[in-house]
């Protein structure tokens, strides 16, 4: 299985309905991409400084299924629309589990 965890720091100009708009939007990739075996996300809780603000963990079974989600005109979209505009900061990782 692959997992690939993205984090972000949004920019100080990111509203609130900017943020639930990235939610809205990527929530609706699961019932697009049947590759998605487990899909979260959601805002840091606050409790460590320095944390980044938001995170996303996807679960893929193979490389070719993070790849199909990775390269997904859907999903590229609501990235350059929806994420790209509001983020200062992002980190991502993908590791087998």
Same mark, same amino acid.
């Given at each position: 299985? #692959?997992?690939? @965890? @993205?984090m972000f720091r949004w920019t100080p100009e990111a509203t609130e309905e900017q943020k639930q708009r990235v939610a *809205?939007? &990527?929530?609706?990739?699961p019932s697009l991409l049947p590759v998605l075996r487990a899909y979260h996300m959601g805002a840091d809780l606050g409790i460590n400084e320095? $944390? !980044?603000?938001? /995170?996303?963990? /996807? =679960? !893929? =079974? =193979? &490389?070719?299924g993070? &790849?199909?989600?990775? =390269? $997904?005109? @859907?999903?590229? *979209? #609501? #990235? /350059?629309e929806f994420i790209r505009p509001i983020v200062a900061e992002r980190a991502a990782v993908q590791y087998e589990c």
């Open positions: 299985m #692959i997992r690939h @965890v @993205v *809205a939007e &990527l929530s609706r990739l320095g $944390n !980044f603000e938001w /995170a996303v963990v /996807a =679960d !893929f =079974d =193979d &490389l070719q993070y &790849l199909t989600y990775r =390269d $997904n005109p @859907v999903h590229r *979209a #609501i #990235i /350059a």
